[in-house]
């Protein structure tokens, strides 16, 4: 198990780093005056969306009974937030 959540660790923080290189690097072929590749905005992007899970994953672990109750209630908002913008 500690491996599993060793490499999934390591993968998504490589994830961070490298999704931006890769569009870096690839994207210059195609990018014009009129094609510009937000690099910037994309790294950004990335790292904003690990905020909230890090943010998450402590409070789980000083309190797992606080974690689960925003487990429970993240779900539920989840699952409205994608109702509204189906419906």
């Not at 060793?6 to 490298?18: D, E, R």
């Not at 409070?59 to 989840?78: D, P, S, T, Y």
Request: net charge positive; hydrophobic share 65%.
């Amino acid at each position: 198990l500690a491996l599993s959540v060793l490499m999934t660790t390591n993968s998504t923080l490589w994830g961070l780093v490298m999704t931006p290189l890769a569009l870096f690097i690839y994207g210059r072929a195609f990018t014009t005056a009129e094609v510009q590749i937000p690099v910037q905005n994309i790294a950004v992007t990335l790292a904003i969306l690990l905020v909230p899970v890090a943010v998450a994953m402590w409070i789980r672990r000083v309190n797992a009974n606080i974690g689960a109750v925003m487990e429970l209630f993240g779900g539920v908002l989840g699952v409205l937030v994608i109702v509204f913008l189906i419906g």
